[in-house]
């Protein structure tokens, strides 16, 4: 198993201007970016009034509006990540710790999250914490009823539908075995993303007499699979580095629920950029990242569900079985 704290990159700081030439230095950012705190204010505020809701309307406008706020939530967490709002990282965490979908560990998502920005490792079976591809040795060990599931999820409906379901528990599977090993500090992640899992358990049961079966089925796991139909189509495994991460683009109902993280070439070229900045900055380096990813863009999210919702979107194995180490290839070409 990878070390999630082996080579994990430095994020650099957030900025505020993005109109300079790609490797430029950049200015200092602010110390505290107000639009992103607002939005981290309003995410709890209306997730708190949603929730408060059950039983006073109906559960068809509660679930499905309270699972788009655990997903507009997630999209936060993957801003603090990257080092928003504040310059002060305990700030920042503490803004993020808070576990409204109750199964991820805040620090588990940013170990796996920032191993995920080794650019020249994405896609890769092993190096990649979101790849879902496959070398042969694992599509040789599962069974023909694993290899379905995974063949479902390389459709969009299969990983919207089914895919929530699959991750989630096969997340907490390996994270219970870490545990009882107590892999690198699991046992105190736990203990403590256990404790924050406290009060809103307690607000959910006990202030909104929510069953929490109910909570977990029409609001959690919903909210995972909107989340999902951004990373689906994100990464294709390719030889380029540059050529692994779409853009799409158009997406003015899902784009803001992503934070516009469906810009995902520009993410990974500028992580620490804040979400209000990507569309302005988008339409100064649009040719570029489109030249430099050899045209990997979707006009939206509808051509996305056009192309893939009954088909799959890529092989499950991988085409080289692992991405080549870029120190090797190089030495190879010389």
Same mark, same amino acid.
């Given at each position: ?10 994020? @650099?700081?957030?900025?505020? %201007? ?32 949603? @929730? ?13 509006? =309270?699972?788009?706020?655990? =997903? ?13 709002? =504040? ?11 808070? /576990? ?6 805040? %620090? ?20 990649? /914490? ?87 089925? @029409? ?47 520009? &993410? ?49 194995? &991988?085409? @080289? ?14």
């Amino acid at each position: 198993m990878m070390n999630p704290d082996a080579g994990e990159p430095q994020l @650099t700081a957030a900025m505020t %201007d993005w109109d300079r030439p790609k490797g430029a230095v950049r200015p200092a950012r602010v110390a505290v970016e107000l639009r992103t705190l607002s939005l981290v204010a309003a995410v709890y505020g209306a997730w708190l009034a949603m @929730t408060y809701g059950y039983g006073r309307w109906p559960l068809w406008i509660v679930a499905p509006i =309270t699972a788009v706020l655990l =997903t507009l939530h997630s999209s936060m967490q993957h801003e603090i990540v990257h080092g928003h709002p =504040t310059i002060w990282r305990p700030l920042n965490r503490l803004l993020g710790v808070v /576990p409204l979908s109750l199964w991820l560990p805040f %620090d588990r998502y940013r170990r796996n999250h920032l191993v995920h920005h080794i650019n020249d490792r994405l896609t890769d079976p092993l190096d990649d /914490p979101e790849s879902y591809y496959l070398t042969p040795e694992s599509w040789a060990h599962l069974s023909a009823v694993g290899r379905r599931i995974l063949q479902l999820q390389q459709t969009l409906a299969g990983r919207v539908l089914i895919g929530s379901f699959w991750r989630i528990g096969r997340f907490l599977r390996k994270d219970f075995l870490a545990v009882v090993r107590n892999d690198e500090g699991m046992r105190a992640i736990w203990i403590e993303h256990l404790l924050w899992c406290v009060p809103v358990i307690a607000w959910v049961t006990l202030v909104c007499h929510m069953p929490l079966w109910i909570y977990v089925l @029409t609001m959690v796991i919903p909210g995972n699979g909107i989340l999902l139909i951004r990373s689906f189509a994100e990464h294709r495994a390719r030889p380029g580095v540059l050529e692994r991460t779409a853009i799409v683009e158009g997406s003015w109902i899902l784009g803001p629920l992503f934070l516009f993280n469906n810009l995902h070439a520009m &993410h990974h070229e500028e992580p620490a950029m804040p979400w209000y900045e990507y569309n302005a900055r988008y339409r100064l380096i649009r040719a570029r990242l489109i030249e430099e990813n050899h045209g990997l863009v979707y006009l939206s999210y509808f051509e996305v569900a056009r192309r893939f919702l009954f088909r799959p979107h890529d092989a499950l194995r &991988h085409p @080289t079985g692992r991405v080549p180490q870029l120190r090797a290839v190089q030495a190879g070409k010389s």
